[in-house]
């Protein structure tokens, strides 16, 4: 069973940073392309990125040079590094890998003065 557990969300001011974190049991991330997708409120959940296996990434156009995803292949964790956070940016985010599977709870990013 694949399980993926997002952390380090949090509330934070326009132009603050924060890292979110999910640790993936059951999959290698090593094997597989991870991926974070984001729910704002009233919207579909929406796909912001994702890494391949090989190490190369891709963005969505409205987080691109300021978000960045990382992988620890030791730790079996992914990583969502995101600077100059802007309102729009506040959602509920989550991890999968591709193809997708099961959902974690994610975690929720607040961003407001």
């Known amino acids: 069973q694949v399980q993926f557990v997002e952390s380090g969300g949090g509330s934070v001011q326009p132009g603050g940073s924060l890292r979110l974190s999910c640790v993936v049991s059951?999959?290698?991330?090593?094997?597989?392309?991870m991926a974070w997708y984001r729910r704002a409120p009233g919207n579909r959940r929406e796909w912001v990125g994702q890494?391949?296996?090989?190490?190369?990434?891709n963005y969505a156009a409205s987080v691109k040079g300021r978000f960045a995803i990382l992988r620890d292949n030791g730790k079996n964790t992914v990583y969502l590094q995101m600077n100059s956070l802007k309102p729009d940016d506040t959602a509920v985010y989550y991890c999968?890998?591709?193809?997708?599977?099961?959902w974690g709870q994610g975690t929720q990013v607040t961003v407001s003065s």
């Open positions: 059951g999959r290698s991330i090593s094997i597989y392309p």
């Open positions: 999968n890998s591709l193809p997708n599977t099961e």
């Open positions: 890494i391949m296996a090989s190490g190369s990434e």
